[in-house]
């Protein structure tokens, strides 16, 4: 079964300052899909950035970047320019490739406070 | 894009009644929707998948006669808990995917269900 391990309960950066969030996964597959999602205090679940593993290159979306090390199972997020719209819970996903059901398995979360 | 809505977002009910919770996605048409639970400060867990005109696959744990999940169309998938208890209190969110092929899911912005 595959597991997805956020250990940094809590983070915390300064603003305008880069902070990185850490995740690892397990998984005996070779195809799948990454994602980090961010949930403010709203609740509301955002898509911050997505990885195929297929794909070497590592997924950016304006502030935010991924590393992903497919060998190492390690995936994780970097907020650059940190703003206080970033403070939220933020967890790591996991989804198979294909299959019947795209379910997401997620970690455990990691709230990050942004400073002023 | 990708919107999906939930109702009620609030719902307080006295033990024992049943509760019905919409999830519907307003511009694209979801073949699989997902049910998740969510206690304060900790991850998504997933409860059921569901699936248009079919019966729901529920996670090891959850109680089927408890959570009925019904698809009866390709926008709208409803929760009912069942004689609802305290300990069902929660925080319930719906997402739905079809719209590509990339296992992205749309999430609702959540139901918190209190019972007294």
Not at chain 2, 28 to 42: G, V
Not at chain 2, 45 to 70: C, H, P, R, W
Not at chain 2, 91 to 101: E, H, M, P, V
């Given at each position: 079964?595959?597991?997805v391990?956020?250990?940094?309960?809590?983070?915390?950066?300064?603003?305008?300052?880069?902070?990185?969030?850490?995740?690892?996964?397990d998984?005996?597959e070779?195809?799948?899909?990454?994602?980090?999602?961010?949930?403010?205090?709203?609740?509301?679940?955002?898509?911050?950035?997505?990885?195929?593993?297929?794909?070497?290159?590592?997924?950016?979306?304006?502030?935010?970047?991924?590393?992903?090390?497919?060998?190492?199972?390690?995936?994780?997020?970097?907020?650059?320019?940190s703003?206080?719209?970033?403070?939220?819970?933020?967890?790591?996903?996991?989804?198979?490739?294909?299959?019947?059901?795209?379910?997401?398995?997620?970690?455990?979360?990691?709230?990050?406070?942004?400073?002023? | 894009?990708?919107?999906?809505?939930?109702?009620?977002?609030?719902?307080?009910?006295?033990?024992?009644?049943?509760?019905?919770?919409?999830?519907?996605?307003?511009?694209?048409?979801?073949?699989?929707?997902?049910?998740?639970?969510?206690?304060?400060?900790?991850?998504?867990?997933?409860?059921?998948t569901?699936?248009?005109?079919?019966?729901?696959?529920?996670?090891?744990?959850?109680?089927?006669?408890?959570?009925?999940?019904?698809?009866?169309?390709?926008?709208?998938?409803?929760?009912?808990?069942?004689?609802?208890?305290?300990?069902?209190?929660?925080?319930?969110?719906?997402?739905?995917?079809?719209?590509?092929?990339?296992?992205?899911?749309?999430?609702?912005?959540?139901?918190?269900?209190?019972?007294?």
């Amino acid at each position: 079964a595959q597991t997805v391990t956020q250990s940094q309960p809590e983070m915390s950066v300064q603003e305008a300052e880069t902070v990185t969030l850490s995740c690892t996964y397990d998984t005996s597959e070779s195809d799948y899909y990454l994602f980090w999602y961010k949930q403010p205090p709203s609740r509301q679940m955002i898509l911050v950035i997505r990885q195929e593993a297929y794909k070497q290159q590592n997924a950016t979306e304006n502030r935010f970047s991924v590393n992903f090390q497919k060998a190492a199972k390690s995936f994780s997020l970097k907020i650059s320019d940190s703003q206080l719209g970033d403070a939220a819970m933020y967890f790591c996903a996991f989804s198979n490739y294909g299959g019947a059901t795209n379910k997401l398995i997620f970690g455990t979360g990691t709230l990050l406070a942004v400073q002023p | 894009g990708a919107v999906v809505s939930q109702h009620p977002s609030r719902v307080i009910c006295k033990s024992g009644t049943s509760v019905k919770i919409e999830c519907r996605s307003l511009d694209f048409q979801a073949t699989t929707m997902f049910w998740y639970r969510q206690f304060p400060k900790q991850s998504l867990m997933l409860m059921a998948t569901s699936n248009e005109g079919s019966k729901a696959t529920y996670e090891q744990g959850v109680e089927k006669d408890k959570f009925l999940i019904n698809h009866a169309s390709l926008t709208l998938s409803t929760l009912t808990v069942t004689s609802a208890h305290p300990e069902d209190s929660s925080f319930y969110i719906c997402s739905a995917d079809g719209l590509n092929q990339i296992n992205e899911q749309f999430f609702g912005p959540g139901t918190r269900l209190t019972v007294l």
